[in-house]
């Protein structure tokens, strides 16, 4: 999952940046909000965190701007404000949460999990390519019967795999989604990961689900790689 943070103050985003990374998320930051409202508009985000009080445009402008774009992925708000007319200001400008600081690590981690939840669970089913089942909500993949364990990451990279089964799906599409955009260092690193999944989710199994298209990606066969 990759995530954006629009917050201002520099060391609340450098920590909630390195924890969420360590919990295996991809994680961009943005310090005001003009710029995050041209990243949440370039790039494919499965939640956004936003701050309320920013520079150049506020988390209300940004939320409603986003919303009114047609743009429904989870926006988690966060302010110095506790009023329950500043809450109800940000739930109605079209934020899913709210957290009021200064909030517990933990808490924010299981309301960004919550929201990621519940958004899977309503517009990503479990999905079924053969005799693999891959699970968003849940996180998890089985093989038949079998459950398969896999990082976090290496379950974000079968995910964009699972989700256009049957399609190529090229190097660079796996990077923007699954890794952040400060991230400059080998491309190769996506095979890598394939090469991972495949020694734990085809050879076990004798099958080969994860095919490579030569200059163009991989592709995720629809049958599952079943014989």
Same mark, same amino acid.
């Given at each position: 999952m990759r995530l954006l943070i629009v917050e201002d103050e520099r060391r609340l985003a450098a920590a909630l940046r390195?924890?969420?990374?360590? #919990? =295996? &998320?991809?994680? +961009?930051? %943005?310090?005001? !909000?003009?710029e995050g409202l041209h990243l949440a508009q370039e790039h494919p985000y499965d939640l956004i965190v936003l701050d309320i009080m920013l520079p150049g445009m506020n988390g209300y402008r940004v939320c409603s701007a986003l919303r009114a774009s047609g743009d429904e992925r989870p926006i988690l708000m966060l302010t110095?404000? +506790? !009023?329950?007319?500043? #809450?109800?200001? =940000?739930?109605?400008? !079209?934020?899913?949460?709210?957290?009021?600081? @200064? &909030?517990?690590?933990? *808490?924010?981690?299981? /309301? $960004?999990r919550a929201l990621l939840r519940r958004r899977t669970r309503g517009g990503v089913p479990v999905l079924r390519i053969g005799d693999l089942e891959v699970d968003p909500g849940a996180q998890r993949v089985r093989? =038949?019967?079998?459950?398969?364990?896999?990082? %976090?990451?290496?379950?974000?990279?079968?995910?964009?795999?699972?989700?256009?089964?049957?399609?190529?799906?090229?190097?660079s599409e796996i990077l923007e989604h699954v890794w952040d955009f400060a991230y400059d260092g080998d491309p190769? $690193? *996506?095979?890598?990961? *394939?090469?991972?999944? /495949? /020694?734990?989710? +085809?050879? @076990? &199994? =004798?099958? /080969?689900? $994860?095919?490579?298209?030569?200059g163009a990606g991989y592709r995720l066969e629809r049958d599952g790689g079943t014989p």
């Open positions: 390195r924890g969420l990374a360590a #919990e =295996g &998320f991809a994680v +961009d930051v %943005a310090h005001d !909000g003009v110095a404000k +506790d !009023g329950e007319y500043d #809450e109800a200001e =940000g739930l109605d400008t !079209g934020a899913d949460d709210y957290l009021t600081k @200064p &909030f517990s690590y933990v *808490v924010l981690l299981a /309301r $960004i093989r =038949g019967e079998q459950e398969i364990a896999l990082t %976090a990451r290496e379950f974000a990279v079968l995910e964009q795999l699972a989700l256009r089964a049957g399609e190529v799906v090229s190097k190769n $690193i *996506v095979e890598v990961y *394939v090469s991972t999944l /495949r /020694r734990k989710i +085809d050879a @076990p &199994f =004798g099958v /080969r689900s $994860i095919i490579t298209v030569r």
